[in-house]
């Protein structure tokens, strides 16, 4: 009987540990005009994580969550004075090469 418990324990322990997801997003942030990159675009996963787009307009954001049956989706949003801001939402894992389009304000 003990053996059985020993075993369901380990059974437990190995599925709440294994529940981790990592995330991956990378991508290009254009001009919706002249379809050109826009450097400098602030890119938020959460109040604590910002990252900048690049001279090329090429961000990339990764990190480990927890994810009991199913790894959450990503949400980003993308911010750049004179732009309208812009919020995508990405599968749990693993989005390359994705183009963000931003449009100017108009004034």
């Not at 990252?51 to 480990?64: P, Q």
């Not at 994810?67 to 750049?80: D, M, R, V, W």
């Amino acid at each position: 009987m003990e053996k059985n418990k020993l075993t369901l324990l380990v059974f437990i322990f190995a599925v709440f540990t294994s529940c981790d997801c990592f995330q991956h997003v990378q991508g290009i942030v254009i001009d919706s005009e002249t379809q050109l990159p826009i450097d400098s675009v602030k890119v938020m996963r959460d109040a604590e994580r910002i990252i900048y787009t690049d001279s090329f307009g090429n961000f990339e954001i990764a990190s480990v969550t927890g994810g009991l049956f199913a790894c959450p989706k990503i949400s980003l949003s993308f911010e750049k004075e004179g732009y309208n801001k812009a919020t995508k939402k990405y599968k749990s894992c693993c989005t390359d090469n994705t183009v963000v389009v931003l449009e100017k304000q108009v004034k």
